[in-house]
């Protein structure tokens, strides 16, 4: 063939690229060993505000009152792409509900471990009796409405 097409024919260049890649030894910089991040612990009485007031005025975002305040305050969840439905919301309101009422300490980590598996096993109702307006958000975006959550308190 001739023209353009015979530059760019079929041909076996292996071994030149194996001599190139000897002639250049790469240059791996050595790294410090990567630690495991701290547990973070979630102290539940700086969950308080969900003990009272709380509202899902939509899917983005969960409504309380914190003592001492007339407004209500907002978590803001719009950044949380994977929440698509209202119901998802209306769980994590709930989740955050029953935290603030637990009396022991757990790393956010065995807290979502622990909640996923109650799930898993029992269904939506393990937060709420009546879960009918309730779906199931994944455990990640769940975590991270308690990251968002600006009273949050850690006991590490």
């Not at 760019?8 to 690229?17: E, K, M, N």
């Not at 914190?66 to 209500?72: A, D, I, S």
């Not at 471990?113 to 269904?123: A, M, T, V, W, Y």
Request: glycine share 4%; net charge positive.
């Amino acid at each position: 063939s001739s023209g353009i097409n015979a530059e760019y024919g079929v041909r076996d260049v292996t071994q030149r690229a194996k001599e190139i890649a000897a002639s250049r030894p790469a240059h791996i910089p050595s790294l410090p060993p990567l630690v495991s991040p701290r547990q973070r612990t979630v102290d539940p009485s700086s969950l308080s505000p969900f003990w009272g007031k709380t509202k899902v005025p939509e899917k983005t975002s969960i409504t309380y009152t914190v003592k001492g305040e007339e407004n209500m305050s907002t978590l803001d969840l719009s950044a949380l792409e994977q929440i698509v439905e209202m119901g998802q919301t209306r769980f994590i309101c709930e989740v955050l509900v029953r935290l603030a009422n637990e009396k022991r300490t757990h790393s956010l980590q065995d807290l979502m471990r622990q909640l996923s598996s109650e799930i898993d096993k029992h269904g939506l109702g393990c937060v709420k009796d009546n879960s009918n307006w309730l779906s199931r958000p994944r455990i990640f975006e769940i975590a991270a409405a308690i990251n968002r959550y600006r009273h949050l308190s850690l006991l590490n």
